[in-house]
């Protein structure tokens, strides 16, 4: 069994800037390393199974629930499903880094929760609902009907913000980047 060590959680509604924040963390704090999740949805763009996602069928998902193989999971949008595989987080701590996290709202509260003090639940802010869907519309990934279904969901999950241990505000980026690095760096000192 591997020693336990610290897990940094960046939740927010999709479109929020979540993913561009750990991803610039990743680049900046050597002792980190990113929890690959698995999906059943399909790559997007230039993601990569084994990087971005570990992209699997929903019956090997399912195997995997029934197995226990999920410390969390969610079917995050309907037919979508979306874990973290215990085996990953192991193999992180294993290598002796913390473990951060790219997860929706439920699955970060829900790694808190189970983690206690050992994690960091961060909240990222969007300035707003309308500017939240600017920049999801901006991205350019989804269908008309997934950024319906993103943006429904998004307006429930602001509401959760309180419950994370920080609200994080992404007004302009590198204002967000940079206090985002002080605060895991800290965490990671203590
Ligand atoms: P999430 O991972 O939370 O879904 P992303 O990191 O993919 O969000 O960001 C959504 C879009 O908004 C991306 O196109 C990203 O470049 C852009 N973005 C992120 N933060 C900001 C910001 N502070 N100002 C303007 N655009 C931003
Ligand atoms: P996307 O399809 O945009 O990559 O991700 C959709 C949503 O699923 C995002 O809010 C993302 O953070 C979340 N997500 C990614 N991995 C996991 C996971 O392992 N568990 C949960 N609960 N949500 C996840």
């Given at each position: 069994m591997p020693e336990e060590?610290?897990?940094?959680?960046?939740?927010?509604?999709?479109?929020?800037?979540?993913?561009?924040?750990?991803?610039?963390?990743?680049?900046?704090i050597p002792d980190l390393e990113f929890s690959i999740s698995a999906t059943t949805r399909p790559a997007r763009g230039d993601e990569k199974?084994?990087?971005?996602?570990?992209?699997?069928?929903?019956?090997?998902?399912?195997?995997?629930?029934?197995?226990?193989?999920?410390?969390?999971?969610?079917?995050?949008?309907?037919?979508?499903?979306?874990?973290?595989?215990?085996?990953?987080?192991?193999?992180?701590?294993?290598?002796?880094?913390?473990?951060?996290?790219?997860?929706?709202?439920?699955?970060g509260l829900h790694l808190k929760r189970k983690y206690g003090e050992a994690a960091l639940a961060i909240f990222v802010q969007p300035p707003s609902l309308e500017v939240l869907k600017e920049r999801l519309t901006g991205r350019g990934t989804d269908s008309k009907e997934k950024l319906q279904e993103r943006f429904a969901k998004a307006e429930k999950e602001l509401n959760y913000a309180p419950q994370f241990d920080i609200i994080l505000k992404n007004h302009d980026?590198?204002?967000?980047?940079?206090?985002?690095?002080?605060?895991?760096?800290?965490?990671?000192?203590?």
């Open positions: 060590g610290k897990l940094i959680i960046f939740s927010a509604p999709s479109g929020a800037g979540k993913t561009t924040i750990v991803q610039y963390l990743l680049t900046k199974h084994g990087k971005d996602y570990y992209f699997i069928s929903k019956e090997e998902f399912l195997h995997k629930i029934a197995k226990k193989h999920f410390v969390e999971f969610e079917e995050v949008y309907s037919g979508t499903f979306y874990g973290t595989l215990r085996e990953e987080i192991e193999r992180i701590w294993a290598n002796g880094k913390a473990v951060i996290f790219d997860i929706d709202v439920e699955g980026l590198q204002t967000a980047c940079i206090e985002a690095e002080q605060l895991v760096s800290d965490f990671l000192r203590k």
